[in-house]
């Protein structure tokens, strides 16, 4: 019998393959733009004012913005995950456990 991934303990519960895919997505978007952000810290300070350039800062303006949108989207799933699990939970108590 192979181990469970699933720690019902901190009330996780199994992903369906689409819940899986977008977590995928989102994570591989997530660490493109960590990615990009510490590339973007790790290059040469410019002689500006302020010690970044203008693109720089424009596309950490950008990137700080995009992490906003997946960290609100991430928040939405993750409520959509506990709605379904009620659902679940109210079928399995309306129609019993052995149908499920």
Do not use: C, H, W
């Not at 010690?51 to 960290?71: A, C, H, M, P, T």
């Amino acid at each position: 019998m192979a181990p469970e991934t699933v720690d019902y303990a901190k009330g996780e519960s199994p992903m369906t393959d689409f819940q899986f895919t977008a977590y995928l997505e989102l994570r591989e978007k997530y660490e493109s733009l960590l990615q990009e952000v510490v590339e973007l810290r790790l290059v040469p300070i410019s002689n500006s004012e302020s010690g970044v350039s203008d693109y720089q800062f424009q596309r950490f303006e950008e990137i700080r913005d995009k992490n906003e949108e997946l960290n609100n989207e991430l928040a939405v799933m993750r409520k959509e995950n506990t709605r379904l699990k009620m659902q679940v939970e109210l079928l399995k108590t309306s129609y019993g456990v052995n149908r499920f």
